[in-house]
């Protein structure tokens, strides 16, 4: 019986060569997109799943209320609260702290002989010694346990180990780490683990202890408490059998013996949680947590995307196969007649289907190889091809293959299995009401989805172009930002800044410790004269020379900038923005000096306002403007340099930039970003949904088309005799295009105005992430109106004009 059905489903594919073609092409791209967005997301859902103690790992963090500044949730702590959280509670098993200093390392290999090798390196942090004893980190050199014992030990991925040495073994070899990671000292391989057991939110390229360079000078010198410094990852692993709700109920009482008096100190409140390790990489309420975190809303939106996906192709299953069910009627006749029972007959239609779609399978497999590049570079994965292989993956395929064939084949075997064989051997078989409707309401919805993502894509877009064009209140074009990532290279800035100068090409060079688009971690806790510290207000800060704000092009509104005219100008001077007199409640007119005050250990430091520059974005435009301050720093230890230069030729530029660096820092390679790119690195996420729905709309209104494609095809063939005697009579070409297209362009308006409040709704939820945004076009609905009917007309027309181009005497003959 079943190499009957195999047989009958082969034949009716091949007898129904364009409908097959049809079918098949719909569901295999259906479960393409479908398969590449599933591995994306079992991708983002597996990060830190692997861990020997996965299931008991948590971070620490820390929600503070700052004087009357809004509470805010930290991923970072104090440095004593790990230590001291262990010896307190015996349900912690260990602790382990992680920090990741701001900049990027210089990495040096100088061996006797041999040419120093020299690059710069992001993603190294500092951890506690039994950091890999929390954390599974499979070694190919060294040993894990012991790796970090040493203070100037050094832990290197595989990749980082092949580009210092190549194919050599790493292990005792010696690499002089240069910046806030290593101060220019000299470290040894002790350790080499595989890139590929790294997939946690801990994406590092090395480790060093944390009682290297400068951070670890700063813990040597003991001055810790629990309310400054908040600076550190804390890493708990809870003894097996404990529940973390029950120790988070302990940790008020934690906070109240050891951590209330620095905290009345300074004006400080804090709650302290626990978040599993396995939930940090998609914890909405952080933007990075070591790195770049991600959100489950996107999750939510691809996963969306593709069961609408696999939806559109299944429908044009169903409704091709409906519609063509007079064609099946006399075989349902008869082998009803012959003793088939109801149930034979669904089992029959729904293998049929099953084949389809496991010809589809078998094709959706091999587009997501080919495929699997190009995803990688649209969503900036590294998806491999062995993902492929693993049984679970495999089983989850041809699992979602089969549901796709029972979905789109459910219904038209129920259908086509209840035929009434005297009617239908009688020829009085005709497509019911009721299927007709479901096909009509199935091609509605079919638009719905297709209209609805067109109207997310220009929405998505729209906000992209709103982010790169809206001013941020400060030059973004041509700045050159050149970091110093080692002491040697600081000591050099005045040096550089000054040769830089000498060409005629540059407007203008200044300083700081950071500059916008960047993660700025410096701030202080300020409060008016009148003001007692605990109705303080945290103020972001920023310590920069005397030319970085005219280099950056800020806006005066009151008062002056620093200058070197104005020899009182030291770092007890400063220059805030709009918002941090809004802050403060001080009048715009009256804020030129005005005193606030910042308390460190019972000391009051005033600092006295200079000027006023207008309110810019420092952070990205998912953030609001909140209060910020310029201190100067009469020296010349910064972070970056700013250069703002007037050209057409930028290369000719950078080339001089360069060569006047390597003459003073030869052994450092000549680093550099562009500001406004360094700015527009926070939409990354944004840019890549962007991406993902765009083209995916683009696959969604193809299916859709491919099934409004074959019903007007089959409409077409139902009507030939009609069309022929409307010819006959004098129907013009025209008034029958129109005849055929009017019902199918019908059910995509009536999508149309289905979908408009439905995705006006969801994107307006998306936009509620932006502090700054677009609000919704009227245009965006009509052109993605227009659009659809255009494209649903274009699929129609064609079936409709080769019908209407028909020669009437051969369609009436046929007849």
């Known amino acids: 019986m079943i190499k009957n059905y195999l047989k009958i489903a082969w034949r009716n594919i091949i007898r129904n060569k364009t409908f097959s073609a049809i079918n098949i092409l719909g569901l295999s791209v259906g479960l393409t997109c479908c398969m590449l967005l599933l591995l994306y997301i079992r991708n983002e859902l597996s990060y830190d799943k692997h861990h020997e103690h996965a299931d008991n790992l948590y971070m620490l963090s820390l929600k503070a209320v700052i004087g009357q500044s809004a509470g805010r949730e930290f991923a970072t702590s104090p440095a004593p609260y790990a230590p001291t959280l262990k010896s307190e509670y015996p349900e912690i098993e260990e602790t382990s702290r992680l920090f990741a200093p701001e900049n990027k390392a210089l990495l040096q290999v100088r061996e006797q002989g041999k040419q120093v090798l020299s690059f710069y390196e992001s993603k190294g942090y500092q951890v506690d010694s039994n950091f890999f004893t929390m954390f599974s980190y499979e070694f190919v050199e060294g040993n894990a346990a012991n790796a970090l014992a040493d203070r100037n030990s050094l832990v290197l991925s595989e990749e980082v180990a092949r580009k210092l040495f190549g194919n050599s073994p790493a292990l005792d070899r010696t690499i002089r780490v240069s910046g806030d990671q290593g101060g220019g000292e000299d470290f040894k391989v002790t350790g080499v683990y595989r890139d590929a057991s790294a997939h946690s939110h801990i994406d590092a390229r090395f480790f060093v202890p944390i009682y290297a360079g400068s951070i670890g000078n700063f813990l040597k010198e003991g001055q810790l408490d629990f309310a400054n410094n908040n600076m550190f990852y804390t890493y708990l692993r809870l003894r097996p059998g404990t529940e973390s709700a029950q120790l988070m109920q302990k940790l008020p009482a934690f906070v109240e013996k050891y951590a209330r008096a620095d905290l009345k100190q300074y004006g400080f409140d804090v709650d302290l949680q626990l978040i599993s390790v396995k939930d940090l990489h998609l914890y909405d309420q952080f933007q990075s947590v070591v790195t770049p975190t991600n959100t489950t809303t996107y999750l939510y939106i691809l996963a969306s995307i593709a069961i609408f996906t696999l939806l559109i192709a299944c429908i044009n299953f169903m409704n091709l196969s409906t519609a063509r069910s007079a064609r099946r009627a006399a075989e349902v006749g008869v082998r009803k007649v012959m003793g088939a029972e109801k149930f034979a007959l669904v089992r029959q239609f729904l293998g049929e289907s099953m084949v389809l779609t496991l010809l589809a399978l078998v094709i959706a497999l091999l587009l997501v190889v080919l495929l699997l590049p190009v995803f990688n570079q649209l969503t900036s994965k590294q998806l491999h091809f062995n993902e492929l292989l693993e049984p679970s993956i495999l089983l989850t395929f041809l699992g979602l293959a089969l549901l796709t064939g029972f979905v789109a084949g459910s219904y038209p075997a129920f259908y086509l299995s209840l035929f009434n064989p005297a009617l239908v051997l009688k020829g009085k078989f005709t497509n019911t009401l ?93 409060h008016r004269p009148d003001q007692s510290k605990d109705q303080g207000h945290d103020i972001k800060i920023n310590r920069v020379d005397y030319e970085y704000m005219q280099t950056m092009g800020f806006e005066l509104k009151q008062g002056r900038l620093f200058s070197r005219e104005f020899p009182g100008d030291t770092n007890d001077r400063m220059v805030v923005n709009e918002a941090l007199l809004k802050e403060f409640q001080i009048p715009a007119d009256k804020a030129i ?25 420092y952070e990205n435009l998912h953030q609001t403007i909140e209060p910020y301050a310029f201190l100067l720093n009469n020296g010349d230890s910064f972070n970056y340099l700013i250069v703002h230069v007037n050209t057409d030729n930028m290369q000719n530029v950078l080339g ?71 010819k006959v009579m004098g129907a013009s070409v025209s008034s029958i295009v129109l005849l055929l297209s009017k019902d199918f362009l019908r059910l995509v308006l009536i999508a149309i105005v289905i979908a408009s409040p439905i995705a006006w709704y969801a994107m307006n939820q998306w936009l509620a992430d932006f502090a700054y945004k677009i609000t919704i076009p009227w245009w965006v609905f009509v052109v993605s109106g227009a659009l659809a009917v255009v494209i649903a007309f274009i699929t129609i027309s064609f079936q409709s004009i080769k019908a209407a181009l028909m020669n009437p005497v051969k369609s009436l003959r046929s007849e």
């Open 593 to 617: 000096g005005q005193r606030l005050s910042f308390d460190w250990n019972g000391v009051s430091y005033p600092f006295e306002i200079v000027g006023v520059v207008k309110d810019f974005h």
């Open 434 to 526: 009721s299927a007709v409707a479901l096909r009509r309401s199935l091609v509605v919805f079919q638009f719905v989805v297709s209209v609805g993502l067109v109207l997310a894509t220009f929405v998505i877009q729209e906000q992209m172009k709103y982010l790169r064009n809206k001013s941020l209140g400060f030059t973004q074009d041509q700045q050159i930002a050149i970091p110093f990532r080692s002491q040697e290279s600081r000591e050099a800035y005045t040096a550089l800044r000054n040769e830089i100068l000498s060409n005629n090409q540059v407007v203008a060079a200044g300083g700081a410790q950071y500059y916008p688009g960047i993660f700025n971690a410096s701030d202080l806790v300020m």
């Open 656 to 726: 001089f930039i360069e060569q006047k660096w390597k003459a003073l820092r030869p052994d450092e390679p000549f680093e550099y970003t562009f500001l406004n790119e360094d700015f527009q690195k926070n939409y990354q996420a944004e840019a890549r949904t962007s991406r993902i729905v765009s083209y995916f709309t683009l696959i969604s209104i193809l299916i859709s088309c491919l099934g409004l494609f074959g019903l007007a095809a089959f409409a077409a063939q139902q009507r030939t005799k009609e069309i022929g005697v409307r």
